[in-house]
C-alpha cells in the first residue's frame, strides 16, 4: 500500500493516502492521478473508484472525498513539499498515525468492494460515523468505538 506522510494542509503530520482537491472543470478520477503525479510522482493506471466519504467538522467546515484503488502505476514515488511517500504492507499500516476513519473503510478497499461513509469529527476526534458496502450493508459507529 503506498501511502504519505502529509507535511501541510488539513492533517499535516498524519499518515493518509495521497490525493488532494479537485481543480474546476476536473473529474475526480483526473484529480487523483494529476494530485498523485504532482504529490509523490506517481501516475496510478487501471485507477477505479471503489468509494465516497463525506466529512463534517463541528465548527461547520464540510468534506466531500472519493477514494480510488490502483494496482499499478508509473514512475517513482518521490518526496515532495506536501508529503513523503512510503509503502506499508497491509497488514501494517499504521492507523495510530492516521485519521479514525481510515481504520473503518480500509478494510472495504483493500477487498475492492464499493462502499459511502460519513463522519463527524472534533478536531481530531471522531464523534460518529457509519458505513454502507455496495450491498446496503449498515455498519453504524457510534462515539464510544471511535477512537
Not at 493516502?17 to 473529474?27: K, M, Q, S
Not at 493506471?45 to 465548527?59: M, Y
Not at 502505476?73 to 518521490?78: A, D, F, R, S
Request: hydrophobic share 35%.
Amino acid at each position: 500500500m503506498l501511502l504519505i506522510e502529509k507535511l501541510r494542509g488539513l492533517g499535516a503530520g498524519k499518515v493518509n493516502g495521497p490525493g488532494g482537491r479537485l481543480e474546476v472543470g476536473e473529474t475526480p478520477e483526473q484529480a487523483a492521478v494529476r494530485e498523485l503525479q504532482e504529490e509523490i510522482s506517481v501516475t496510478p493506471l487501471e485507477l477505479s473508484r471503489i468509494g465516497r466519504l463525506k466529512f463534517a467538522f463541528v465548527h461547520g467546515y464540510h468534506l466531500e472525498c472519493w477514494v480510488f484503488r490502483a494496482d499499478a502505476h508509473t514512475g517513482e514515488p518521490e518526496q515532495s513539499a506536501e508529503a513523503i511517500p512510503f509503502w506499508s504492507a497491509i497488514e501494517s499500516v499504521p492507523f495510530d498515525r492516521m485519521w479514525a476513519d481510515d481504520r473503518e473503510w480500509f478494510p472495504y478497499l483493500v477487498r475492492s468492494e464499493t462502499f459511502e461513509g460519513r463522519f463527524v469529527f472534533d478536531g481530531d476526534s471522531m464523534l460518529s460515523g457509519e458505513i454502507y458496502n455496495d450491498q446496503g450493508d449498515e455498519k453504524e459507529l457510534k462515539s464510544g468505538a471511535c477512537s
